[in-house]
């Protein structure tokens, strides 16, 4: 195996990496970290496509199966969804020059209603057609979420 791209933009430990589900040069990867940010870059030439603030640490990532949104676990037990796509808009804003170099803030979203006894956020995982999302918690339980909804079963 051999090293193709590199992102450095992280000031803190990498908690995870996620491949976007493209197949062309425009393919994506996210990645967060825990200086509270999550990157999104093209994986094949190391280029920032995009800054992400987040309101806590992240602990997870996954994607929906259009690359349209990443989903984010937190130490805090929350989730929470990221846009990526701008509906309308011209270019698609992950690959528009012009914003590459401005980092967005994500403003923190009311509490998912995930109860406190479940923990840190371990892992993600997002079904084929992107209506459900589970997360798997410290406490040994995992939850289902309905995607674009604050419940979950």
Known sequence: MSRCARCTNHRAGVTDVVLGHGGSGTNICVSASKDNTAIVWNY??????????????????????????????????????????????????????????TPIQVPPTAPTGSPTELGEVHCLGVSYDGTTLVSGHASGKITQWESGAKNHA
């Open 44 to 101: 094949q030439t190391g280029e920032l496509l995009r800054t992400f603030l987040l309101p806590a640490t992240p602990t997870c990532l996954a994607l929906d199966p259009c690359d349209r949104a990443v989903y984010v676990g937190f130490e805090n037990g929350d989730v929470q969804a990221v846009d990526l796509f701008v509906p309308k808009a011209a270019v698609n804003a992950l690959h528009d020059a012009e914003q590459q170099a």
